[in-house]
């Protein structure tokens, strides 16, 4: 299983971009990846991951615990960093 933490917090502009890129691209990748799994953390709720990960501003992406992009990647990076996760 691939895990995909989106790590959000209130006002943030561009967490809904990282939010809809990570949702899409999972969308696309589903017959590759079949069990991706994506949950959306906000860090006003989760403090404790904001600390876990180190995470100073929003929006970041975490692949399987592992802080992987700071602000909203490309989709070719992050589709790219899925399936070398998966494999």
Known sequence: MVRVEVLTAPGCRKCEAAKALVVNTIAR???EIPDLK???INLADHPEVAVQYRVMATPAIAINGVLAFYGTPKEADLRQRLL????
């Open 84 to 87: 070398e996760v998966a494999r």
């Open 38 to 40: 994506v949950e959306v």
């Open 29 to 31: 990748l589903r017959q």
